[in-house]
C-alpha cells in the first residue's frame, strides 16, 4: 500500500492557502482558493482538491494564471450577462461571477449567464451549490481549454477536455440535487489520483497513444499521450461537443482545436442559465410539492444488490464530507510531495507547509 498522510480539513486549508498567498495573492484569494481546493477533498473528489495545487504553481510562475482578478463584464443586458474570467483563480472568479448571475436571476426570475477565460473553476458542483442555497435552479455546461485529453466517439486521440455538466435543484426541507460530472467515462484528474497511487483502473475508460484499450492512468499523465473515453459512448461525446460550444464558442473563451504548447494552465468557458422556481408557471408550491413527491417515490425503489437504499445526486458528496470532517482527508505520499514541491517553486519552506499542516507520512 502507498504511503499517504491524513490531514484535518483546516489546518490544510491553511497550508494551501499559505502557498496560494506566496502566488501573489491578497485579501480573501487565498483561503478562497484553499476553501475550495479543500471542499473538493471534503465531498470526495480528490481529482479537483488539493492536488491541483502543483499545477496552479506552475501556471503562475507561466503566466496563465494571475492571482487577484475579478471577473469583467463584457454585455449586460439584465437577465443576460457575458463575463470575463481575466485567466483570474477560478474559485475567485466563480464564486463573483455566480453571485452576479444569483442576483439577476432573482430580479428577474431568470438570467442566462456566460464566462470566459477564467482559469480552472474547479470542482462545478459548488456553483450549483451557490445557487441551490438561493433557491435557484441552476445548469452549466463547461468547456477545458488545456491539453486535449478525451477522445471523441469513433475517435482514437484526443481531441477534446472532459468537458463537465452540472444541474443542481433546490428541494423543500433537505439539501438539492447536485448532479456533477465529467463527460469523460472518469475526470482526468481521478487518473492523476491513480497513477499517483500506482493504481490500474477499470477498462473501458483509457486508450494508449496507440489508441489502444489499457489500464494504465500514465498514458493521460505524462507522455507518450493516450486519451480517455466519454462515458456512455455517442452519448457522452455529443454531450461533451455540447460543453465545447455552449461553454467555449458561445461564451468568446475558444474551444480546442490546435495543438498543445505545453503550458500548464487550465482555462474554462461556462454558460450558465439560472431560473427562480418561484417565478415559472407553475410556482414555488407546485414544483417543490412535486419535486419531493417524486424524491420520496425514487427512495421507496427496494435497493438493488449491493446497495443499502437509492441515493440522489450530491448525497454521496455530503455523506463523505461528514466522514472527512471527523477523520481528516487522506493525501497520497507522491501528491504531497508534488505539493510541498510546489510550496517551495514559491519560496515555501516544506517545513513549514508540514508544522502548518500537522502531519507525517502514513500507512506503509
Known amino acids: 500500500m502507498a504511503g499517504y498522510v491524513t490531514i484535518e480539513a483546516q489546518a490544510l486549508t491553511q497550508a494551501i492557502a499559505a502557498i496560494v498567498a506566496a502566488g501573489g495573492s491578497e485579501g480573501e484569494e487565498p483561503l478562497q482558493v484553499a476553501g475550495s481546493l479543500v471542499g473538493a477533498n471534503l465531498a470526495g473528489h480528490d481529482s479537483h482538491g488539493v492536488g491541483m495545487i502543483p499545477r496552479y504553481v506552475d501556471a503562475l510562475l507561466e503566466g496563465g494564471l494571475l492571482p487577484n482578478r475579478q471577473p469583467s463584464i463584457k454585455l449586460d443586458a439584465g437577465a443576460l450577462l457575458a463575463l470575463d474570467g481575466e485567466r483570474g483563480y477560478g474559485q475567485s472568479i466563480g464564486k463573483a461571477a455566480m453571485a452576479m448571475g444569483i442576483r439577476r436571476a432573482q430580479q428577474h426570475g431568470v438570467c442566462v449567464m456566460t464566462l470566459a477565460r477564467s482559469h480552472h473553476l474547479g470542482r462545478i458542483g459548488q456553483w450549483a451549490e451557490q445557487a441551490t442555497a438561493e433557491g435557484l435552479v441552476s445548469l452549466h455546461f463547461v468547456n477545458v481549454m488545456t491539453r486535449p485529453s478525451v477522445a471523441p466517439w469513433g475517435g482514437s486521440d484526443g481531441r477534446f477536455g472532459t468537458n463537465p455538466c452540472c444541474i443542481g435543484v433546490p428541494l423543500a426541507g433537505e439539501p438539492p440535487m447536485i448532479l456533477d460530472f465529467a463527460t469523460s467515462a472518469v475526470a482526468q484528474g481521478k487518473m492523476r489520483v491513480a497513477h499517483n497511487k500506482g493504481e490500474k483502473v477499470p477498462a473501458g475508460r483509457l486508450i494508449d497513444d496507440q489508441g489502444r484499450p489499457t489500464d494504465d492512468p500514465r498514458y493521460v499523465v505524462v507522455e507518450p499521450w493516450g486519451a480517455l473515453l466519454p462515458f456512455g459512448e455517442h452519448k457522452g461525446s455529443g454531450l461533451a461537443v455540447a460543453c465545447e ?47 419531493g413527491a417524486f424524491i420520496e417515490s425514487l427512495r421507496q425503489s427496494p435497493p438493488a444488490p449491493g446497495f443499502d437504499r437509492v441515493r440522489i445526486a450530491g448525497e454521496p458528496e455530503r455523506e463523505m464530507r461528514v466522514q472527512r470532517l471527523t477523520g481528516g482527508i487522506p493525501i497520497d505520499e507522491t501528491t504531497w510531495e508534488e505539493i510541498l514541491r510546489a510550496g517551495e517553486k514559491l519560496a515555501v519552506p516544506r517545513e513549514r507547509t508540514i508544522e502548518t499542516a500537522g502531519c507525517g507520512v502514513a500507512g506503509r
Open 245 to 291: 460550444l455552449l461553454g467555449g464558442a458561445l461564451s468568446g473563451g475558444g474551444t480546442w482545436h490546435g495543438s498543445h504548447d505545453g503550458s500548464r494552465r487550465v482555462y474554462n468557458g461556462m454558460l450558465t442559465m439560472l431560473i427562480d422556481p418561484a417565478r415559472t408557471g407553475a410556482g414555488a408550491e407546485s414544483f417543490f410539492g412535486e419535486a
